[in-house]
């Protein structure tokens, strides 16, 4: 027995051995010429990541989370970046990741690289297994395949002039050309964590970590600071801004909604916004549906925690089937907030009351909360429908500058049996009040007959306007999205859905909110176009008006709205030559001329932003959305309406609430030195000392140093520089204070045609901005408008 156990033993050192020559010796392995391909096992990979057991210093071969490592760039002598296979060490599921590793050894000499932190990855929601390849092909595109063959991420970098992949000592994965330029690199396409890297790359994108797979918030790094976004969207100003800690190891958005800090030579994270918000106002603070107050969660009302899994947060106690609105209830729970910032443009109603916001959730089965934001006057307010819905806050009266309270969807009460004596009671009171039963009856028929047909009254009254357009029926367009499966878009008082009629035409859908606003701009969009035709408005084909369902069916427009293309990827941006963007602005200033000057009223639109341009196959732009719009008689100098458009895109007088159609013309303006500039009214991404685009754009102009502003087209062949600065002067008259210097629309056209000049005695401007704090009051009232707020920086 001695001898085999000695030849074990034996056996055993020169494992070991072997294993830590190898691993000692190995060379840093960081890129590769095409074509490669590697197969997700042990055999392809040049090293496998272990778990390192403390405080024995052995390394672990049992389950634990391991990378199969593929490329390996050392950073220091025992730190590096790799990229591989990643796994939980759960389940056969792997994710090409790339990730942070170190070189440790054991009490026996063995090296190993162990201690894996993933800061990348490609296909976290479509794991490959065992076998599954990574392939370089020839033609420079790096996919991921299932073992089975089915592609699962591509780089889609095909017939780009790749010849290499390299692992960067900044943890970037780049593709590259013969001549070692970058083609593609995992810098551009970040997950959930922020690497301190070159200071070229001043700026990335972050969306929440994988837990829920939600994305609401993001990080944005801007010359050696952070600020942070809690929205859906950019807002014009960030949530907070501080300082990168230094050696930072790298940033990490977390699954929970922290911002951790990961440093050098620590375990300690350092979270950075701690002194931000409170344990509540973290998305994740508690389950779904539960209520945070000072940190605790409790479930609201007849719900109960979920056993599901950890932290699920609350379900129904008794669950019961949404059958109409009869069958819930909407119960009140005063001063509840979600999050600690609401992003007003995720709101499913806007400038509306509680009745109509609790209608909405009524009427969605799926629905189970919706949240009330109350203006400062308290008249009206925005409605918010979440989903899924996160941690509710019940604990933020006194922290915010609005009141806010949630309506939670519950049962309605089950009839109890009644007593033998209650029935009596009942059947008596039945017959002496029967006659009066059947008058209330009478009229509640008469009541919802007059309401079912008054929104097809209110239609018939345009009958002459809207004489060209198609009645479609529910079921028709119903048929025609699918049930409405393909969402183009959504806005504040509806969704766009794509769909096919009979005759194969493609149209987009607009289902509206049958309440409140959703119904007057119903009203506003088929009495503004339901009878006007130009080449540069989205035509208005029909519309449905049956029972609850208010819908208006357009012209599909294959390439999208404008924003898409001038705020969207560097590869789409260059796309738009400068001869696209001087026939877009052409375009654009065509159907404004047409609606305030060759109708039969004048029609101010009201909300011109890119988001409202709209884009056909040829890239021929057309005005849409006209739900704010307001007709003008031509003997009527002004009209007199409550605040309503975009903020960014608002005119001065504002204030006065006393519009004319040159409200559009400054729009315009706006819209027009976006598109030339190639950036955003706001962006942040830019110095931080010239973060709004406007009062740059103004300086610039007054010091003839417009050549400046041009944007990212400037190399086009085609780009004339003097038409360029030519048509931004074009802007800058436009976009005078007071609104009787401005050009008409009819006039613009006319300037960009050749046909009439530039005034030359300009106002350079800008009215002075207020804090963001105060902008947000201000586009949640009604009441009269600083124009100081409204056109300034924001």
């Not at 339901?530 to 599909?556: M, P, Q, W």
Request: glycine share 8%.
């Amino acid at each position: 027995m001695a001898i085999p156990s000695f030849k074990h033993l034996l056996m055993f050192w020169i494992i070991v051995l072997l294993e830590y020559l190898t691993l000692a010796q190995f060379p840093d392995y960081h890129s590769v010429k095409i074509p490669t391909t590697w197969i997700n096992s042990n055999v392809s990979s040049i090293n496998v990541t272990k778990p390192l057991t403390w405080p024995f210093y052995s390394f672990n071969q049992s389950s634990g989370p391991f990378m199969r490592i593929l490329m390996l760039k050392d950073i220091e002598k025992d730190m590096g970046y790799a990229c591989g296979f990643a796994s939980n060490g759960e389940d056969d599921a792997f994710v090409f990741s790339i990730g942070i590793v170190r070189l440790r050894q054991d009490f026996l000499g063995a090296q190993r690289w162990t201690d894996l932190e993933l800061v990348w990855f490609a296909n976290r929601n479509h794991p490959i297994h065992e076998n599954g390849t990574l392939q370089l092909l020839q033609d420079g595109d790096l996919v991921l395949k299932d073992v089975d063959g089915t592609l699962v991420w591509s780089t889609g970098t095909a017939n780009k002039f790749v010849s290499g992949i390299k692992m960067m000592e900044t943890g970037n994965l780049v593709l590259h050309d013969m001549y070692n330029q970058s083609v593609w690199q995992s810098f551009d396409h970040p997950t959930d964590a922020l690497l301190p890297d070159k200071p070229q790359m001043y700026f990335k994108f972050l969306v929440r970590g994988e837990r829920d797979s939600f994305d609401e918030s993001y990080v944005k790094a801007v010359n050696g600071t952070l600020a942070l976004y809690i929205s859906s969207t950019e807002p014009n100003e960030p949530n907070a801004v501080f300082s990168r800690p230094s050696r930072m190891k790298y940033l990490r958005y977390d699954y929970d909604g922290h911002l951790r800090a990961y440093t050098e030579g620590s375990d300690q994270t350092n979270d950075l916004l701690v002194d931000f918000i409170g344990l509540c106002d973290y998305p994740t603070a508690c389950g779904s549906l539960e209520l945070c107050s000072n940190g605790i969660c409790s479930c609201p009302g007849p719900f109960i925690k979920s056993n599901d899994r950890e932290n699920n947060g609350c379900v129904e106690a008794s669950p019961v089937e949404c059958d109409g609105k009869s069958s819930h209830r909407m119960d009140r729970a005063s001063d509840v907030y979600y999050f600690n910032y609401v992003d007003t443009d995720a709101a499913a109603l806007r400038g509306t009351d509680e009745e109509s916001c609790q209608e909405l959730c009524l009427k969605n089965c799926s629905c189970k909360v919706v949240l009330f934001r109350y203006f400062i006057n308290f008249s009206s307010g925005d409605c918010y429908l979440p989903s899924p819905v996160l941690s509710l806050i019940n604990d933020g009266k006194g922290r915010r500058v609005y009141e806010s309270s949630a309506f939670i969807k519950l049962p309605n009460d089950a009839e109890k049996g009644k007593s033998t004596a209650t029935r009596r009671i009942s059947i008596i009171a039945g017959l002496t009040g029967g006659t009066v039963l059947l008058i209330a009856l009478t009229v509640g028929i008469l009541i919802a007959f007059n309401r079912k047909h008054t929104l097809q009254d209110n239609i018939d009254d345009y009958s002459g306007e809207i004489s060209g357009l198609v009645r479609f029926s529910y079921e028709q367009l119903k048929m025609a999205t699918g049930n409405f499966q393909k969402k183009l878009g959504q806005g504040g008082f509806g969704l766009v859905y794509e769909g096919v009629l009979r005759d194969g035409q493609k149209v987009a859908v607009k289902v509206l909110d049958g309440f409140g606003q959703g119904k007057k701009e119903f009203l506003a969009e088929i009495q503004t176009i339901g009878s006007i035709h130009h080449v540069n408005l989205v035509r208005l084909i029909g519309v449905c008006a049956e029972k609850e369902h208010t819908i208006l069916v357009y012209d599909f427009m294959s390439n999208g709205s404008l924003d898409k293309w001038i705020f969207g990827t560097t590869s789409t941006q260059f796309s738009i030559d400068w001869q696209i963007r001087r026939k877009i602005i052409h375009d654009i200033a065509k159907g404004l001329a047409y609606l305030h000057e060759e109708c039969m009223q004048r029609i101010v639109h009201l909300d011109v932003k890119p988001q409202n341009i709209l884009l056909d196959e040829n890239l021929c732009a057309k005005v849409s959305d006209f739900g704010l719009a307001k007709l003008v008689d031509k003997d009527q100098s002004h009209i007199v309406t409550r605040i309503r458009g975009t903020p960014g895109y608002l005119a001065p007088e504002w204030c006065s609430a006393f519009i004319t159609e040159k409200a559009d013309v400054y729009s315009f303006g706006i819209v027009a030195i976006e598109i030339l500039c190639g950036r955003k009214n706001v962006d942040y991404s830019h110095s931080l000392e010239h973060p709004h685009l406007l009062s740059l754009f103004m300086e610039k102009a007054e010091n003839n140093q417009l050549i400046e502003m041009i944007g990212n087209y400037s190399d086009d062949p085609q780009c004339n520089t003097s038409e360029v600065i030519h048509m931004m002067k074009l802007a800058v008259w436009c976009l005078q204070n007071d609104f009787t210097l401005r050009p008409s629309m009819s006039m613009v056209v006319k300037v960009i045609e050749g046909t009439m000049d530039i005034e030359s005695h300009l106002d350079y401007t800008v009215p002075n901005s207020q804090t963001i704090a105060a902008i947000k009051r201000v586009a949640d009232t009604t009441t009269n408008l600083f124009p100081s707020i409204l056109s300034g920086p924001r």
